[in-house]
């Protein structure tokens, strides 16, 4: 079964730092997202991306906060200058259209995550 | 604003007990509803989902139906498994203007022989 690949799965990192985030979403899929699971707290929506830009995004996802799908394969979250704060397991999750229509009727297709990438600010 | 509040945990099963973890909601309109598990070490896995009133969703010996009169979709499992135990996370997406996925807190679910 095809599925969402995340790498890397634990990156360490020093504050003031970037970091980039990568993820490959399932092939035919076309919406993209990135959510975060601060230690012990809930899942949190920060951003989803459609047709090479943001559709949504959240209050956390702030100026230091970008996305990007630099080929056809890969989608990114890149952090520019992280913080203690930023230390927590972030997911990447994809979700499909379906076939053979012209509008998106996927909106019940449901979301695809990856395993997800620790992020430890030191 | 939309919400998910489930049962905190961790619920301690022995094996075969039957399971059943709360999940109510607030939302606007008519939400679709999931649930995801996440195993140790693992990401989120979609377990099942109902997208209108009544439905019932099911997977691997697992059942929630969206019950929209008390705004629930409470997950239940007839004789549970030590392989169940695991982070349970119930979910909505509201059906308009929106795709992003609101969570609960998840509840840990631990089963033992």
């Known amino acids: 079964e095809p599925e969402v690949t995340q790498t890397p799965s634990h990156q360490v990192t020093q504050m003031g730092q970037e970091v980039i985030l990568r993820c490959v979403p399932i092939s035919n899929h076309l919406y993209f997202y990135w959510y975060r699971q601060i230690l012990g707290q809930k899942v949190e929506f920060l951003v989803s991306f459609y047709n090479n830009e943001i559709s949504e995004k959240s209050e956390i996802f702030d100026d230091q906060f970008s996305v990007e799908r630099p080929d056809g394969s890969n989608f990114t979250l890149k952090i520019r200058s992280t913080k203690l704060e930023d230390s927590a397991m972030y997911f990447c999750?994809?979700?499909?259209?379906?076939?053979?229509?012209?509008?998106?009727?996927?909106?019940?297709?449901?979301?695809?995550f990856g395993d997800g990438t620790r992020l430890s600010i030191l | 604003g939309n919400s998910v509040t489930q049962m905190e945990g961790p619920v301690t099963l022995s094996e075969e007990a039957f399971l059943t973890i709360n999940c109510t909601y607030t939302a606007t309109g008519y939400p679709s509803l999931f649930w995801y598990v996440q195993y140790p070490g693992e990401g989120l896995q979609l377990l099942l989902k109902?997208?209108?009133?009544?439905d019932k969703g099911s997977n691997k010996g697992f059942e929630a139906t969206y019950r929209k009169e008390t705004t629930s979709f409470h997950l239940e499992k007839g004789s549970v498994q030590v392989s169940d135990s695991a982070v349970y996370f119930c979910a909505l997406r509201r059906s308009y203007n929106t795709d992003k996925l609101i969570f609960g807190t998840g509840t840990r679910l631990q089963v033992f022989p």
């Open positions: 999750a994809s979700r499909g259209l379906t076939a053979g229509t012209a509008y998106d009727s996927g909106s019940n297709q449901p979301q695809h």
């Open positions: 109902a997208t209108k009133a009544d």
